[in-house]
């Protein structure tokens, strides 16, 4: 059965759609069937694995019209890594199923129905906490929390452990933060540095020991549809992507990596 990893942060711009893509693409090369469910209306990471958003039947029909994701699923290019798209309507999802019987299980219950075909479904939420949100959260057994390395991007970082902590107590007793992944990182910035430390000295084990470093790569992936591992695998943002999903891995016991081949060194930037 498939571990569900929701991708959740109610800020923008701080790599939801980035991360839900590339550790998607990064475990298919592992061998670990993966499923991305775009759970976003702007559909990004369906645009970005190279569909058009306008053009096939979505997660809205699973969520509203009760329509098996079976029959939605598309395969990528990348192996081992099937799409669960988006589209604008999802928008109006949110009214729609306000009446619905059992509203904020309504993915959970599409979700279920596949959960057995893969070995992990990532799930890119919405940048806010609507109902679409804590549906991810609901059918969720664990999320990732992207965090850009900017003072700015914390100060929403409490709201949303508090909305996760509801979630708990409310809608999925089972619910667990996979980790905090720290992304758009450079080096050369002394402020990248301190927000680094802070965030590693204030949450401690709940930061993922990878960091996603700003690369140029990870930017022009998604204009040819590709993951990161297809479009250059050499790319600092592959490696860190690589050595993200291995680290996951290593926490969930999923695999039988040793200590020094748990990590990809970096080499040149590219």
Do not use: W
């Not at 940048?127 to 999320?143: E, H, K, Q, R, W």
């Not at 929403?156 to 909305?163: I, P, R, S, V, W």
């Amino acid at each position: 059965m498939g571990k569900i990893i929701a991708i959740a942060n109610q800020k923008g711009g701080v790599g939801k759609t980035t991360t839900a893509v590339n550790l998607g693409g990064s475990l298919g090369v592992l061998e670990y069937k993966t499923l991305v469910v775009d759970a976003d209306p702007q559909a990004n990471a369906t645009s970005g694995l190279g569909f058009d958003p306008k053009n096939n039947k979505n997660i809205y029909d699973c969520l509203v019209n009760d329509m098996d994701p079976a029959e939605i699923i598309m395969s990528t290019n990348n192996p081992n890594l099937d799409i669960l798209p988006s589209h604008i309507d999802l928008v109006g999802a949110e009214l729609e199923m306000i009446n619905l019987p059992a509203r904020e299980h309504r993915m959970k219950t599409a979700l279920d129905k596949i959960k057995n075909d893969y070995d992990f479904i990532i799930i890119d939420c919405s940048p806010s906490l609507g109902l679409i949100t804590v549906n991810a959260l609901t059918a969720a057994d664990s999320v990732i929390i992207p965090v850009q390395s900017e003072f700015y991007s914390l100060e929403g970082l409490g709201k949303l452990l508090n909305t996760i902590k509801i979630i708990q107590s409310r809608l999925n007793t089972s619910l667990e933060i996979e980790g905090i992944l720290l992304t758009l990182y450079d080096t050369r910035l002394r402020l990248h540095n301190q927000v680094v430390e802070d965030v590693k000295t204030h949450f401690q084990d709940l930061v993922f020991d990878t960091v996603i470093h700003r690369n140029t790569k990870l930017g022009e992936a998604p204009s040819f549809g590709e993951t990161i591992i297809m479009h250059d695998a050499s790319s600092k943002g592959a490696i860190n992507y690589l050595n993200l999903a291995r680290e996951i891995l290593q926490n969930n016991n999923a695999t039988k990596l040793s200590a020094d081949d748990k990590k990809i060194t970096l080499g040149d930037e590219h």
